[in-house]
């Protein structure tokens, strides 16, 4: 008997995740540092990738997994499609990545910084747009599309009924507006005549769920992630940047309270 629970468990351990990160160019992109969240047990593991764009986690008990990269640069992910990836672990995954180059940073996070959507019994969530890079284009006009997506459940309907100025654009005069744009897919513009130079937050919104889209949020603990459709940039009309992208936010964005430990480069 004692045999046979000693090699049950050994079994249940015996999960791998794999796999490598690889620029658009089909070059190794150098370190990077891959996320793998347990949705049962409740761990967060890293690990960083090697010169050759290897990443691998071994001995992992057999469940769901959420897999994606943290933002350590200035890249977004081409592939998989909004970023990451939410799969049952029985034996080996085989998870590649695929990154291209970007100018500017995108995060859809918590108003609070924390980027979370901690499980919660209301159907409000709050989160907030914080950029990175404005420094350098300087836009009078952004211009951003996408949809929120449970991991594992599906995309969520969510209607947005406020958005304000936030972070150091609080009384500067940018203008916030929000359009449902078709589907699920939600188009929040921002406006400055004197243009948008100084990174950090830049506006707060307020989200309205259905019942259908808690009882999702609830079967994944809260995690939300947006998966965005473009970034858009404007200076007196003329396109300064734009950003066919699936992907605008970091690890932040996948919520709940998970512990941590750190899986050694091999």
């Given amino acids: 008997m004692l045999l046979v629970l000693a090699t049950a468990a050994l079994s249940a351990q015996a999960g791998t995740i794999r796999g490598k990160v690889i620029h ?18 409740g761990q967060r593991f890293f690990a960083v990738t090697d010169q050759t764009g290897a990443y691998v986690f071994k001995n992992l008990s057999q469940g769901f997994y959420t897999v994606w990269l943290e933002k350590d640069g200035d890249f977004e992910t081409e592939s998989p499609i909004c970023g990451f990836y939410h799969q049952y672990l029985e034996d080996v995954l085989n998870l590649p990545f695929r990154t291209r180059p970007t100018g500017v940073m995108v995060d859809f996070g918590d108003p ?13 969530r709050d989160f907030s747009i914080y950029m990175d890079g404005l420094e350098i284009l300087d836009p009078d006009t952004i211009e951003m599309a996408g ?3 449970a991991p594992g ?19 500067s005069g940018v203008n ?17 005549s004197t243009g948008m130079a100084i990174n950090g937050e830049m506006a ?47 690890e932040a964005d996948f919520a709940t309270s998970l512990t941590s430990r750190e899986v050694p480069r091999r």
């Fill in 176 to 192: 916030v507006s929000y359009a449902s744009v078709g589907g699920n897919q939600t188009k929040y513009t921002l406006q400055l």
């Fill in 204 to 250: 707060s919104f307020t989200m309205s769920l259905s019942t259908a889209d808690q009882q999702l949020l609830d079967d994944v603990e809260g995690q939300m992630a947006f998966c965005g459709s473009y970034v858009r940039m404007y200076k007196h009309g003329n396109v300064i940047f734009d950003s066919n992208t699936n992907w605008m936010g970091n």
């Fill in 112 to 124: 609070n910084g924390g980027g979370s959507s901690p499980k919660m019994a209301t159907t409000f």
């Fill in 147 to 149: 949809y929120w997506y």
């Fill in 24 to 41: 658009s160019a089909d070059q190794a992109t150098g370190a990077h540092t891959v996320v793998v969240a347990d949705s049962h047990l």
């Fill in 153 to 171: 459940q599906g995309s969520l309907t969510g209607t947005i009924i406020n958005g304000l100025a936030a972070g150091p654009y609080v009384g």
